[in-house]
Structure formats: structure tokens, C-alpha cells
Nanobody, 128 residues
Framework: QVQLVESGGGSVQAGGSLRLSCGVR????????MAWFRQASGKEREEVAI???????NYADSVKGRFTISRDNAKSSLYLQMNSLKPEDTAKYYC??????????????????????WGQGTHVTVSS
């Protein structure tokens, strides 16, 4: 059974940094398409950053220049370095994965629906 396990969440003051990690278990090889989503209380789920197996990345406008997504296929891991955190970054963050066809989906809403593997999420709280 494939599992995506997030870690690294926590509470931090505005301007601080956190690094989220996601370990993939029960899957041989590496997923071609991986991403981080987040969902704040009372808000819709949002794609934060996405990376494919060639290292191509894309970020939500709200996090550009502050967050960096990366992956280590040898360790079956995905990371999200979050700097200059703001209170509006407070949310539950999810690691997601699937095959390359999902990364090639240009419509963000449709792409979110196509990701088949989701972690349980990790909470990030940023206080002002």
C-alpha cells in the first residue's frame, strides 16, 4: 500500500521558516509528478508548488520567491522549504503524487482532481 507521510509542520512567528518533508512508502521507483497542496480553515484547497521528475517547478503566485519545492528520488522524498512565512500561510499542508500526465494537466482545478495519492497532512501555523 502506497503511503505519503508528511513531517516538519509546526508553529512559527511571521518571518520565520519551516521545512516540510514527505516520505513515500510502499512504491517502487519514484512518482513522476509530486506537489504540495494546502487547505486553510474555511477555504478551498490550493496547489502551492509542483515538481516533475525533470525538476521543472511551478508555484502559486502567493508563495513565489518565498517557498522552494525540491525532491530527492534516491530517498523517495519531497520537500518544501518555506521562508518569510506569513499568517496567511497557516494551513494544513498535503504531499501529493502521481504520474507525469498529472503534471502535464494545465488546468489547476483539474490537476488537483487527478492526483491519486495524498498524504494525511501536516499543520503549519504562522502567528503575527
Amino acid at each position: 500500500q502506497v503511503q505519503l507521510v508528511e513531517s516538519g509542520g509546526g508553529s512559527v512567528q511571521a518571518g520565520g521558516s519551516l521545512r516540510l518533508s514527505c516520505g513515500v512508502r510502499g512504491y517502487s521507483g519514484s512518482f513522476d509528478c509530486m506537489a504540495w497542496f494546502r487547505q486553510a480553515s474555511g477555504k478551498e484547497r490550493e496547489e502551492v508548488a509542483i515538481i516533475d521528475n525533470d525538476g521543472a517547478t511551478n508555484y502559486a503566485d502567493s508563495v513565489k520567491g518565498r517557498f522552494t519545492i525540491s525532491r530527492d528520488n534516491a530517498k523517495s522524498s519531497l520537500y518544501l522549504q518555506m521562508n518569510s512565512l506569513k499568517p496567511e500561510d497557516t494551513a494544513k499542508y498535503y504531499c501529493v503524487a502521481d504520474s507525469m500526465w498529472v503534471c502535464k494537466t494545465t488546468n489547476r482545478a483539474l490537476r488537483a482532481q487527478r492526483f491519486g495519492y495524498w498524504g494525511q497532512g501536516t499543520h503549519v501555523t504562522v502567528s503575527s
